[in-house]
């Protein structure tokens, strides 16, 4: 099965920019979808489509896809940004299925 | 604004069946889209269970395919999700979310329901 890979986790000063990788093979080839997490909350879509945002997501959210490596991209950290996050494809090479990155912990120093 | 929210035991036994439903509001699940359950291990990343189309087609994640059954009730709006022969590694807080597509191939899930934790315990 398709497999995902995520830093456990990324640390970042406020004002600075965050960049959070999800490696796969030939990811480029494939849509990319990210979620934020916060304790105790349920996921919350920030990109989708590699580098689409829904709305209410503020712009310093952005997203990036190519090779093997998709790229989340989070300008002017805030401290409220602190949180875990999570990559999604969705593999249709066998089985159609969802697959989730092992999520990265964001911390804001 | 879609809303779903999750409901159903928060306590299930070994080897008996969990059963969850979600109930959908804002939004006529008859009108499409696909439908999907992921849950989320204390402490651990999330995992993709299964999407179900609202014409009752379903993906299942093949971990747990011969345990899973995801159904659909359009005329209570809301949709449902069984695992049987539960094991503490079950235990899980469980979300449903839309994934606002119409193919299989891109499916993002937004918006997702608050969660309902499930603890397999005797």
């Known amino acids: 099965s398709y497999v995902l890979t995520q830093p456990p986790s990324v640390s970042v000063a406020p004002g600075q920019t965050a960049r959070i990788t999800c490696g796969g093979n030939?990811?480029?080839?494939?849509?990319v979808h990210w979620y934020q997490q916060k304790p105790g909350q349920a996921p919350v879509l920030v990109v989708y489509?590699?580098?689409d945002r829904p709305s209410g997501i503020p712009e310093r959210f952005s997203g990036s896809n190519s090779g093997n490596t998709a790229t989340l991209t989070i300008s002017r950290v805030e401290a409220g940004d602190e949180a875990d996050y999570y990559c999604q494809v969705w593999d249709s090479s066998s089985d159609h299925q969802a697959v989730f990155g092992g999520g990265t912990q964001l911390t804001v120093l | 604004q879609v809303q779903l929210q999750e409901s159903g035991p928060g306590l299930v036994k070994p080897s008996e069946t969990l059963s969850l439903t979600c109930a959908v509001s804002?939004?006529?699940?008859?009108?499409?889209?696909?439908w999907g359950w992921i849950r989320q291990p204390p402490g651990k990343g999330l995992e993709w269970i299964g999407s179900?189309?609202?014409?009752?087609?379903?993906y299942y994640n093949p971990s747990l395919k011969s345990r899973v059954t995801i159904s659909v009730d359009t005329s209570k709006n809301q949709f449902s999700l069984k695992l049987s022969s539960v094991t503490a590694a079950d235990t899980a807080v469980y979300y449903c979310a839309r994934s606002p597509v119409e193919v299989p191939g891109s499916n993002w899930f937004d918006p997702w329901g608050q969660g309902t934790l499930v603890t397999v315990s005797s």
């Open positions: 030939n990811i480029g080839s494939k849509s």
């Open positions: 489509d590699d580098s």
């Open positions: 179900i189309y609202h014409s009752g087609s379903t």
């Open positions: 804002g939004y006529s699940i008859s009108s499409g889209y696909y």
